[in-house]
């Protein structure tokens, strides 16, 4: 059984930066494609981005396409989101997710952490 835990969010100023992490236990980390998601208050949880195994393709959401870099260091187990120029429509619970099968963009993954609030304030 795979677990996740992700860290790194906060409070941030319109512009501002966070970097997340996600450390994973519990399974061959290469072995399996990671994802980021987002769910604002009130709304459905979004893709935000999404890497393969071993950090060959990368995906993102349009909306955070320039701003946000997914990456990951499998020799330390944990999947990372960089996010720049953060907006205040950013405010949600950013979750990271592990896959078994190929890199997707969809919220197939096996595996779901148990998310780390990013609060942006205006």
């Known amino acids: 059984q795979v677990q996740l835990v992700e860290s790194g969010g906060g409070l941030v100023q319109a512009g501002g930066s966070l970097r997340l992490s996600c450390a994973a236990s519990?399974?061959?980390?290469?072995?399996?494609?990671m994802g980021w998601f987002r769910q604002a208050p009130g709304k459905e949880r979004e893709f935000v981005a999404a890497?393969?195994?071993?950090?060959?393709?990368?995906y993102y959401a349009d909306s955070v396409k320039g701003r946000f870099t997914i990456s990951r260091d499998n020799a330390k187990n944990t999947l990372y989101l960089q996010m720049n120029s953060l907006k205040p429509e950013e405010t949600a619970v950013y979750y990271c997710a592990a896959r078994k099968g190929g890199v997707t963009t969809t919220q197939t993954y096996d595996y779901w952490g148990q998310g780390t609030q990013v609060t942006v304030s205006s």
């Open positions: 519990g399974g061959t980390f290469s072995s399996f494609a």
């Open positions: 890497i393969s195994r071993f950090g060959v393709s990368t």
